[in-house]
């Protein structure tokens, strides 16, 4: 490969992760959008998460097209090939971080007509704080391919997993305690699963920069939580 | 790029397909045992299935590398690029399938304290029913590039999120009836969520061999469910 190809691909490589990153960054923005809108009951929040995951859907197909077509014209050597794919699967991620920030986004909206519990609701914006740590460092992890912060990323989520299985325990007790707000609970259920499966999500990104850097596929090494 | 070439990348092509679809396989196969595990509180088949679930992450791997490596080497032309791409996707998929087979057989050894009730087994018996017809379709659509069929599987999908529905109110009905068995319930309600999630997996892998087909993206062109 000559030079002035080589420097082509880096330049098309480097727009490819420049996207991803501002793809990120929309995410970033959705997630704190869907906190606010379930911590202060803002329909308007909510709705805006709603509407703007359109332009998550957007930005995912054109990164797919721009990685694709970048594959096929540069023909990259195989660990630009990793990298690529790896674009390609953190786009993936990012997205279904996308649908779960538009389940929660919508959840808040269904939460009106019961007061939310303050030691419940301070459960999950401890969560919320948390996982959204994680997707803010496994993109930075990401873009400086920083190995330690990918894989001390990847340690929060076990975190993340406590924090999950308790808050899980105290709503099925709400649930026997306070059974006239079922209703609340379970909605409560499905936002606390929405945050542990972001927390996945951006634990998979981290892992695809520890892959990059150590061709070693950590995924599947460690105990899955159910 | 020459016959002889041309005829290599068509062999490996053709491998990476045979094993992916030999890794669905197994999947149905961890399905079927999942569904029976559940259904007949059979242990046996549920700790099998959970052991299995190494074999699936195995194959993924496999599957992973023998994707990029024929990528890498064989640098394919666009058309081919993309059922490439397609593959490692469904695989990525297939996996996900292969986790939630892996939570229902977790959730049927937590369930033996409580008897199931005839009718809401009824429920989930179908929907397990259904969930497996279409992945069973979706690989058949793959295998094939059958895009009808593609198109079939992916409608079904709207069955089983409208069943999906059903069964979680009557959940929550029964939450609300007989709330001595929350446990039960709430079991119930993740392995609904699972099947429903398994239903999403094989309409994924539907809309590539839709995609493959016609180049055109049909994901995100309907509405999701949430």
């Known amino acids: 490969m000559n030079k002035h190809?080589?420097?082509?691909?880096?330049?098309?490589?480097?727009?490819?992760?420049?996207?991803?990153?501002e793809m990120g960054g929309l995410l970033e923005q959705q997630l704190k959008n869907a906190h606010e809108a379930l911590l202060s009951q803002n329909a308007e929040k909510a709705l805006?998460?709603?509407e703007v995951e359109k332009q998550v859907n957007?930005?995912?197909?054109?990164l797919d097209?721009?990685?694709?077509?970048?594959?096929?014209?540069?023909?990259?050597?195989?660990?630009?090939?990793?990298m690529m794919i790896a674009v390609l699967r953190a786009t993936t991620d990012l997205e279904r971080i996308g649908d779960e920030a538009k389940r929660i986004a919508?959840?808040?909206?269904?939460?009106?007509?019961?007061?939310?519990p303050d030691d419940r609701f301070a459960d999950i914006d401890s969560l919320m704080d948390r996982v959204q740590v994680m997707v803010a460092r496994s993109l930075d992890a990401f873009a400086r391919s920083?190995?330690?912060?990918?894989?001390?990323?990847?340690?929060?989520?076990?975190?993340?997993?406590?924090q999950y299985r308790t808050v899980m325990e105290r709503l099925l007790r709400d649930m026997r305690e306070k059974p006239e707000a079922l209703e609340l609970w379970m909605n409560m259920t499905w936002v606390t699963r929405a945050l542990e499966r972001i927390g996945d999500h951006a634990k998979n990104i981290s892992e695809y920069v520890v892959y990059l850097a150590s061709g070693e596929d950590v995924r599947h090494t460690r105990t899955n939580n159910t």
Do not use: W, Y
């Open 5 to 21: 190809i080589s420097e082509q691909f880096d330049e098309e490589l480097q727009s490819a992760r420049t996207l991803m990153m």
């Open 48 to 50: 805006s998460v709603i």
């Open 58 to 62: 957007a930005l995912e197909k054109e």
């Open 65 to 82: 097209d721009q990685c694709i077509q970048i594959i096929a014209r540069r023909q990259p050597a195989a660990s630009d090939l990793r």
């Open 106 to 116: 919508k959840l808040s909206l269904q939460s009106g007509s019961h007061p939310f």
């Open 146 to 162: 920083d190995v330690d912060n990918a894989l001390a990323t990847i340690e929060l989520d076990a975190e993340v997993d406590r």
